[in-house]
């Protein structure tokens, strides 16, 4: 392989955009599909410093479908994980209407 398709191979990878494959967590602004380019923005990290488990869930979008499967099959890490973040985001969003005046609806 020469060597202007090997940079160009790490370059992509590098660029590739990712997804976020896990609940909404309104508390920190994160949407199920929610795609990233570029690397994660602030406040993403803030809220993967908060739940560690949504790196996780934080995939290249070429493999968004095999991610999907995987999350709806339960007994599987990302089923846990997805699981995981789905209960700790309850508490956070919890909070958050708590101290916005706002209901689960």
Do not use: C, H, W
């Not at 999350?71 to 919890?94: C, H, M, W």
């Amino acid at each position: 392989m020469p060597e202007d398709e090997i940079i160009q191979e790490e370059f992509d990878a590098e660029n590739e955009p990712e997804i976020y494959t896990g609940p909404n967590i309104l508390a920190f602004a994160l949407q199920k599909f929610q795609v990233f380019r570029g690397g994660l923005p602030p406040y993403v990290e803030r809220a993967i410093e908060k739940i560690p488990e949504i790196r996780g869930l934080i995939v290249p979008v070429r493999e968004l479908e095999s991610m999907r499967q995987k999350i709806s099959r339960p007994g599987t890490n990302e089923a846990r994980l997805f699981y995981t973040v789905q209960t700790e985001a309850e508490k956070f969003n919890a909070e958050y209407r708590k101290l916005n005046g706002r209901r689960r609806r």
